[in-house]
T-cell receptor, first 115, second 110 residues
Framework: ETGVTQTPRHLVMGMTNKKSLKCEQH?????MYWYKQSAKKPLELMFV???????ENNSVPSRFSPECPNSSHLFLHLHTLQPEDSALYLC??????????????FGSGTRLTVV | EDQVTQSPEALRLQEGESSSLNCSYT??????LFWYRQDPGKGPEFLFT???AGEEKEKERLKATLTKKESFLHITAPKPEDSATYLC???????????FGIGTKLQVIP
């Protein structure tokens, strides 16, 4: 399988639950990203990993916890979320040598609903 | 603070009716301006990177241009399959600092 794959595609969770989002890329890219997309708002960068090290953390609440065990896999661990966290969560990858200037490859996203 | 403003928010065209989408930006030290296409229920798909004023890039019915303050995405003789939301983004200054616009939702009617 090629490209960026995200699972699950849809997730409904209660505010007290713990869940994880998974992202996998088979492009040989060395940078991976988590973005949040809410209706009528621009994409918000959450986390950036380059060569498996976190290089960006955009003031994201601690109820979101990323993990990058290797250059092909990225996780977003979720706990005690709020209803306003409901959104589309997108994973992306890029070949970091150009700082992402060759464009990102996005997954199809996980539609998260917090009830 | 870097800013990206896209207009119009929504655009409805008849098939074959050419038009342009606008992306105005305010940024210090532009490294690149990006255009993406996003279909419903999918992630954005990369179209172009423009690096400097005067640059143009084409892909099928799409042509992107760049000035020092804005970029245009020209759509020539659009087809229904061009219907999507088109996102503009800029990368400037520091490492991995990419700012996206809200997008223009394009609908092409047969």
């Amino acid at each position: 399988e090629t490209g960026v794959t995200q699972t699950p595609r849809h997730l409904v969770m209660g505010m007290t639950n713990k869940k994880s989002l998974k992202c996998e890329q088979h492009l040989g890219h060395n940078a991976m990203y988590w973005y949040k997309q809410s209706a009528k708002k621009p994409l918000e960068l959450m986390f950036v990993y380059s060569l498996e090290e976190r290089v960006e953390n955009n003031s994201v609440p601690s109820r979101f916890s990323p993990e990058c065990p290797n250059s092909s896999h990225l996780f977003l661990h979720l706990h005690t979320l709020q209803p306003e966290d409901s959104a589309l969560y997108l994973c992306a990858s890029s070949q970091d040598g150009a700082g992402g200037l060759n464009g990102y490859t996005f997954g199809s996203g996980t539609r998260l609903t917090v009830v | 603070e870097d800013q990206v403003t896209q207009s119009p928010e929504a655009l409805r065209l008849q098939e074959g009716e050419s038009s342009s989408l606008n992306c105005s930006y305010t940024v210090s030290g532009l490294r690149g301006l990006f255009w993406y296409r996003q279909d419903p229920g999918k992630g954005p798909e990369f179209l172009f990177t423009l690096y400097s004023a005067g640059e143009e890039k084409e892909k099928e019915r799409l042509k992107a241009t760049l000035t020092k303050k804005e970029s245009f995405l020209h759509i020539t003789a659009p087809k229904p399959e061009d219907s999507a939301t088109y996102l503009c983004a800029v990368q400037a200054g520091g490492y991995q600092k990419v700012t996206f616009g809200i997008g223009t939702k394009l609908q092409v009617i047969p």
